[in-house]
């Protein structure tokens, strides 16, 4: 199936403080399900994905996170922790009147997903994370695994502030552009390109990795149903953690290694991330 060229709607949402920019996509009585981006990406990340889902009935709410929504970008780095970025995901289930959703996130989206689920499984249907493992299993690796504290080197540069935006927006974001390795399609990686070049939005989005905590041992064993997504050839997440994944969810789990696939899974591979995703909410 072809995706959306662009969201069916747009809907602007009040949390707190904070106005985040809403895709929506499906039946408005459809099951909700929550799909998080990463980094460096927005919502459209999600468009190759959402038309699967909605066709199978399911209401698709997919959020530009904090820092990205021009209207949700803090200033202090305290503001980026994880929950914060926790809260964003209930505020958002609290303000559209969802008691709960399915819940799907990519890269830093799946970090904030796991965590959702982790510390608030009242509110978490189900959980679909791609590429980042469970945070403790990725923590485990981090310590304990040379090759994933070599994939991890770059996290240093996107914490030291001033150098990493340098870097990142010098010869109009080239470098961020490489780091979609020709798996997100040409028009797609330059939007997400240009999102990050608008003022403010790049060190907001560089906050994630500046307050990111070093506990990541601490996250809870989760306890809902859920799907594990890894690419075997992705850059920054490597076998070890993937494995140990399934250690830290008590509930119905299902690993889904891709062994030819990046770090870019819903551009690269939307047709089997959307069924991944139909399969976990039909259980």
């Known amino acids: ?156 540069l996107m914490r030291t502030a001033g150098k990493a935006e340098d870097v990142l927006l010098a010869d109009d974001g080239r470098r961020l552009t490489a780091m979609y390795g020709g798996k997100v399609p040409e028009a797609r990686a330059a939007s997400y390109v240009a999102a990050m070049q608008a003022p403010g939005a790049l060190t907001a989005a ?10 990541l041992d601490a996250t809870p064993t989760v306890t809902v149903p859920t799907t594990y997504l890894w690419g075997g050839e992705d850059w920054a997440l490597g076998a070890a953690g993937a494995r140990r994944c399934g250690e830290h969810v008590h509930a119905e789990y299902r690993f889904v290694p891709l062994p030819d696939a990046s770090h870019w899974l819903p551009e690269e591979c939307p047709d089997v991330v959307a069924d991944e995703i139909v399969a976990r909410v039909r259980g």
């Open 1 to 156: 199936m072809s995706g959306y060229e662009a969201w069916p709607q747009r809907q602007e949402v009040q949390v707190g403080d904070l106005v985040f920019d809403v895709g929506v996509a499906g039946p408005a009585d459809g099951e909700p399900v929550i799909l998080l981006h990463g980094f460096p990406q927005t919502s459209d990340s999600w468009l190759d994905v959402a038309p699967a889902l909605a066709d199978a009935g399911l209401r698709v709410i997919a959020p530009d996170q904090r820092g990205y929504s021009p209207r949700a970008r803090p200033d202090d780095v305290a503001s980026y922790a994880v929950p914060r970025l926790v809260e964003d995901v209930t505020g958002l289930m609290d303000a559209l009147g969802f008691d709960s959703a399915h819940v799907v996130g990519h890269d830093w989206g799946a970090a904030v997903a796991w965590a959702v689920a982790a510390h608030h499984p009242e509110r978490v249907r189900t959980l679909v994370a791609l590429s980042v493992p469970h945070l403790a299993a990725y923590g485990w690796a981090l310590v304990h695994d040379e090759d994933q504290k070599e994939r991890a080197s770059y996290i240093g």
């Open 206 to 215: 560089l906050s994630w990795y500046r307050a990111m905590s070093r506990d």
